[in-house]
C-alpha cells in the first residue's frame, strides 16, 4: 500500500475535465516537488508533468498540475480518448530517502 | 535523442541472481541521475533504486525491501547502468524500468524511460 494516497480510478466523457488527487505528508508532498506520469501498460511511462505544474516539451496544455500542502492534482481538460491509461503521481520523500509513487489512478474515457 | 535499453531479464529461480543492464545514449550520461523502477503484474509503479550522477557523489538509494539484496551501478565508460539483482524472491518479479533523472540526483523528476525488461522469479 502506497504512502501516497489516490483514487484508484477515474472517468469521464470525451470534452470533459477530470481531475486526479494525491494525498501525502509533510515528509513528502509537503516539503518536495510533485511530479505526474502517464502509463499505458505494456509501454514505457511517460512525464507528464514535473516541479508540480511544469509540463515537459510536446505535452500538451490540456494537462496541469497544482499543489497545495500535503496533496497534489492532476487535471485534464477536453478529455480525449487517447487519454486513457493509468496516472501516477511521484514524490521523494525525506525520511524514507526514496522515490515515493502513488498506487495509479486508472483512467477510462466513456 | 535519448535512448534508453534495458537488457538482462528473463526467467530466475527463487533465491537466484541476475543483472540487468541499461544503455544510455542521447545525452552526457555522467551529470545525471539514474534510476531502476518496476511495475508487477496486476499493482503499480514502484520505484526500486536510484543512483547520483557520477559528477556529483554516485550515491544510491533503494527502496526497503530490496536493501542488502540489490545493488544499482554504472559504468561512465560504457554509458550504461546496471542492477545486480540477488537472492530474488517471487514479489521481485515484474517489468523492470531503466529511467533517467531531470538533474544530478534521485529526487528529480524522470524524463526519460526504457521499454523495460521482464523479471520472472519463479520455480
Known amino acids: 500500500q502506497s504512502v501516497l494516497t489516490r483514487p484508484p480510478s477515474a472517468s469521464g466523457t470525451p470534452g470533459q475535465r477530470v481531475t486526479i488527487s494525491c494525498s501525502g505528508s509533510?515528509?513528502?508532498?509537503?516539503?518536495?516537488?510533485v511530479n505526474w506520469y502517464q502509463h499505458l501498460p505494456g509501454t514505457a511511462p511517460k512525464l507528464l508533468i514535473y516541479?508540480?505544474?511544469q509540463r515537459p516539451s510536446g505535452v500538451p496544455e490540456r494537462f496541469s498540475g497544482s499543489k497545495s500542502g500535503n496533496s497534489a492534482s492532476l487535471a485534464i481538460s477536453g478529455l480525449q480518448s487517447e487519454d486513457e491509461a493509468d496516472y501516477y503521481c511521484a514524490t521523494w520523500d525525506d525520511t524514507l530517502h526514496g522515490l515515493l509513487f502513488g498506487g495509479g489512478t486508472k483512467l477510462t474515457v466513456l | 535523442e535519448v535512448q534508453l535499453l534495458e537488457s538482462g531479464g528473463g526467467l530466475v529461480q527463487p533465491g537466484g541472481s541476475l543483472r540487468l543492464s541499461c544503455e544510455a545514449s542521447g545525452f552526457t550520461f555522467d551529470t545525471y541521475a539514474m534510476n531502476w523502477v518496476r511495475h508487477p503484474p496486476g499493482k503499480g509503479l514502484e520505484w526500486v533504486s536510484g543512483?547520483?550522477?557520477?559528477?556529483?557523489?554516485?550515491?544510491?538509494y533503494y527502496v526497503e525491501s530490496v536493501k542488502g539484496r540489490f545493488t544499482i551501478s554504472t559504468d561512465s565508460s560504457k554509458n550504461t547502468l546496471f542492477l545486480q539483482m540477488n537472492s530474488l524472491r517471487a514479489e521481485d518479479t515484474a517489468v523492470y524500468y531503466c529511467?533517467?533523472?531531470?538533474?544530478?540526483?534521485?529526487?528529480?523528476?524522470?524524463?526519460?524511460w526504457g521499454q523495460g525488461t521482464l523479471v520472472t522469479v519463479s520455480s
Open positions: 509533510s515528509s513528502n508532498i509537503g516539503s518536495e516537488t
Open positions: 516541479n508540480n505544474n
Open positions: 543512483i547520483s550522477s557520477t559528477t556529483t557523489s554516485s550515491d544510491t
Open positions: 529511467a533517467k533523472g531531470r538533474g544530478s540526483s534521485p529526487w528529480y523528476a524522470l524524463d526519460y
